[in-house]
């Protein structure tokens, strides 16, 4: 009986058996969420939208004040796809840097060595049929607050305990609600409603500055719609004609329903849906472009 190979990792710049993968005990990134994450999609080999990521990984990094370690992201992610099996197929990756380890004590070390981790794996199959039916997402009574939730820091127990209260409610996604009654984001999704002609998001002010919700903010202005950032209530969505969410590895999916309260007829949509075939298309001409270099 054939047993199926343990997943490839990157640890600082070496490749190993996941199974065998090792840190510090005293990295900080494990001590006090000392570190940032980004998550991508790859198509059949090519990462989407790396350099946006990076320079988003880059920019929080100099936020926390250390610097991300030079790689070739490229060469490395591709490497790190081959090895898992991944080239021929769709994939997420994620890349995790911590300020590496350090003596015990909040205060960092002043040469810090950060630690950088890449891994990559088979996209849930979730995500395919939620693009296609849509999804129904669920209420979270509370959010990410403060400069933290603009940056994708690894102390990410609101998202944690988001995506299970969500799960609890059979629910694709939960969205987060803050104190003022406004929905700000999903725990790893972006928010867009179609009210009349309008296309409202919420303001990017506190919450996470999506690559995905900042593409499709471009591409639907570039296609001659009118797009604002706008707070969103709960009754908003519900009363939308359409909403739907945002992510690298979801792309756009349509919320077909909020709790047990249905959102227009509850099918996808066909603005919705034109968004995300402009999406692919971006996509395509970017993989495209990439297998040719």
């Not at 995790?96 to 891994?119: E, H, Q, W």
């Amino acid at each position: 009986m054939s047993t199926r190979a343990a997943p490839v990792v990157q640890v600082n710049g070496r490749f190993v058996s996941a199974p065998r993968a090792q840190i510090s005990v005293f990295d900080r990134g494990l001590l006090y969420g000392d570190g940032l994450f980004e998550t991508l999609r790859a198509y059949r080999g090519c990462p989407f939208a790396l350099p946006e990521h990076l320079a988003r990984l880059q920019a929080s990094a100099d936020f926390l004040g250390f610097a991300v370690p030079r790689r070739p992201w490229q060469r490395d992610i591709e490497s790190l796809l081959k090895r898992n099996g991944l080239l021929t197929t769709d994939a997420w990756v994620r890349i995790t840097v911590t300020r590496g380890a350090g003596v015990r004590g909040l205060m960092p070390p002043a040469r810090p060595r950060p630690t950088i981790i890449a891994m990559a794996g088979a996209l849930d199959p979730a995500i395919a049929r939620a693009q296609r039916f849509g999804a129904r997402v669920a209420l979270i009574p509370f959010a990410r607050l403060g400069l933290l939730a603009e940056h994708k820091v690894l102390n990410y127990l609101p998202g944690v305990l988001g995506k299970v209260m969500a799960a609890r409610h059979e629910a694709f996604e939960g969205l987060f609600v803050n104190p003022a009654g406004y929905v700000t984001e999903g725990t790893t999704t972006n928010v867009f409603a179609w009210r009349g002609k309008r296309l409202l998001t919420p303001p990017i002010e506190g919450i996470l500055p999506g690559i995905t919700r900042r593409m499709i903010f471009a591409l639907a202005v570039a296609d001659g719609l009118r797009v604002v950032e706008h707070p969103l209530t709960a009754h908003d969505l519900l009363d939308a004609d359409e909403a739907f969410l945002t992510s690298s590895l979801a792309e756009v999916v349509a919320i077909t329903a909020i709790n047990t309260r249905t959102i227009g007829d509850g099918s996808v949509g066909p603005r919705t849906r034109r968004l995300h075939q402009l999406y692919r298309q971006t996509v395509d001409q970017a993989s495209a472009k990439r297998h040719l270099d």
